[in-house]
Every structure is written in C-alpha cells, then in structure tokens.
C-alpha cells in the first residue's frame, strides 16, 4: 500500500512521467480490486453492533477501492438520507507495517552507504510518513478531520465537503453524506458536462493555498481520485485521512517565499530562507539569492506548457545539495501537497500557471498578517499571555532580586525563565505607553 500511495502522487505529474504513465497510475487512485461486499458487511456490523439491515436499506457494492479502504453507497433506513461508507481493507495495518519496516531498513543502509544522503533525513522522513499512516488507519481521526475541515471551509464559494455522520463512524468504518459528482480525471465528462476546466483549476490550486495560509489546515492528499466536480459546479473534496497543519510563524515565512518569486525578489526569497533556518548561516545570502533566480527567471519566462517539472526538480535537488539544505519534516506535507495539486491544475488547464494564479491569495494574506496589522495583534496577543502573570510579576521580581544580592546562595530555581518574564513585561508595558503616546 505505501507504493500505492507513491504511484498516486506520480499519476497527478504527466509532465514528469508522461500523459501516457500518469493515466495508467491513475487506477491506484480509486480503481483498485476490492474486497468482497459481504465482509465489508460483516465489519460494519461488528463496528456498529447492530445487523446492517437494521441500519440501511440499501448497501451497494464497493463503488471505489483504494490503497487503504473502499467506498460503499448506502441509504439510511431511518432518514432515506444517501451516504458514502468508507471501510479499511482487511488486514491493511499488517501490509503497512511491513512496507515501513522495510523502508527503515532501506533508510539505514542509504545513510550507511552515502554520508551525503544524511542531510535528507531519510529516517526521519519514514518517521513522519509512518506517523501519518497510522493516524490514516484509524477512521475515527480520519472523522474528526473531515468535521474540523468542513467547519473552517464552510463559507468558501464553489467548495464543498461532505458531512459526517457521527454515530455510524467508528475505528474501522466511517459514514459521510454522499456527494454526487464526476471525478476530477475525467475530463471527457467534464467537458461534455459544459463545466469551465480552466477555472476549476485555477480554484484547485486558490484553495490549496488559501487554506494553507489562512488556516494553517489543508487537505494534504489532493489527487484527482479525491476530487469530485458537483453538478453546480463546485469542487468537492473526498478522503480526510491525511491533512497538513502549519503554525502561524511557518504561514507566515512560506507566504513571504511565494511573494517573493511572484515579485521576483530573489534576494527578499533568500533572506527569508536564512532567516528560518532553511539554510546554513555560513552560506552566502547573495549567491543563494543568484541561484533561486536561475530556478525562477526560466519559469516565469517561458509558456507554462514548456516548462519542464522533471528538469526543474532535479535542478532543485542540486541547489539544495550545493547549500547543504536539509529536509524539513514539518513542511514534507506542504511541498508534497504542492506539487501534487499543481499537477492537478495543470492537467485541467495544461496553461496554468502556479505564480499567477497564486498571486491575489498571497497578496492577501501577507496584507493581512505581514504589517502594521500583525505588529498590533501579535502585540495584544502577547500582552494577554503575560496578563495571566500579572498577579505574580511582584513576587518574581523580588525573587530575582533576592538571588542577585545573594550570588552564594544556590537558587531553588531557575531565574533565567523569570528575569525573561519580567524583561519582557516591562517592555511590553513600554511598547503600550509608546503606542498611546503615538495615538493622543
């Protein structure tokens, strides 16, 4: 199944494997064998307790099957309501087990056999990955993701997810509300169904990004077998059992690295690499700055359809190499995630183009949280985490004080943690008289 999950991420990329490849690894995507109707029966109604007709009316045969679960159409006895149930292939933990166990092994002997290959952190990587996986294996998280992205998606125009049904969701099976649609590889039906490729692309990729940015919470598993064009012409999204979560501060720095390719400041792209570590501090900021325009300059000068992605990676792959970059955990989701949904956009509309179409999201975004608006929010913010200390700031200040007229007498505790606090509340209150000042 880990394979499987690899040829799902090359079967969104024509342009590095070819149309012909990409199309033919587009059956790992929800076309593969499934297991028999009656033990996916039989699990539901283990995991529900109750006979499976005394819940549904109907329960249809598998109607997509994947690397870890397959998907049955079912009508509610109580309600008539339409569902989708997704339910985990039968001994699937033991097959995955296998396969991670067998790339930590393969990890080791790359890291053993080439010094070099250590800065991509291969272990770490499989650590991640297998994190990941286990959490894909329980549906019950899978079910909270899926309830956590509708809520923050709710009011985006011409995207949709599914919601869940809660009571018929459980470690091995989980119910949606079923969302009628033609899948995003399809795009014979989609033509035929009179629906604009080139905007649905450009709406793929907006929002990837914006949910990146905005709520530092995205879908991290975006290929075509897990996106649907409903009749109105909505994107709906399918499968929760992989989302990406981004902290404030790693929002932040990747908008600035987006805004700045778009505006082609190559040097403001590479002070922000050094800035959050992305790059060693003896490295040169100038000749990073000179290599990142080698990467974009051809990118943005050249017809989208030309441009070679394969070419481009392994490009990529030297600069990093060259700066002794190495692999970030935290952003693996991210980077997969991106280059995934571009392949996407661009095998609806072979003209998109990622910088263009990026660009009013990131524009908005670094308005919003890059400026004078952030300064003053992380200001306030910061102010109501050292009011919970106000009560107590007399009482550190005098311990602090007392340790430093007594320099023989061993310290209870630490002080550093404390003088810090103080420093910064009282230039916390400094800040505050100042923008008081400023505003009478």
Known sequence: PAYIKFGQILSTRADVVGPDLAKELQVLQDKLPPFPRARAMQVVASEMERPVDAIFSDFSEPVAAASIAQVHRATLRDTGKDVAIKILRPGIERAFQKDIDAFFFSAWVIETLSPSSRRLRPRDVIEHFESTVWQELDLRIEASAAGEY????????????PEVEW?????RMMTLSWAEGLPLSDLTAIDAAGHDRKALATRVLQMFLRHALRDGYF??????GNLKVAPNGDIVAL?????GRLDEYTRRVYAEILYGFIRKDYRRVAEVHFEAGYVPADRSIDEFAQ?????????????ASRISMAKLLAYLFEVTERFGMETRTELILLQRTMVVVEGVARS?????????????VVEDYIKENIGPKALARDLFATAKILARFGPRLPQLAEAALLAQANPTKPPTRNPWPERVLIAGGTALVCAVLALLAGGI
């Open 291 to 303: 290599a990142l325009r080698s990467v974009g300059e051809p990118i943005f000068g050249m017809d």
């Open 348 to 360: 609806l509309d072979d003209q998109s183009n990622i910088w263009q179409v990026a660009r009013p």
């Open 150 to 161: 509708y809520a923050t998606t709710l009011d985006d125009p011409g995207f949709t997810v």
């Open 167 to 171: 009571f018929l969701s459980s470690r």
């Open 219 to 224: 879908h991290a598993d975006m290929h075509q």
């Open 239 to 243: 499968d929760f059992g992989i989302m």
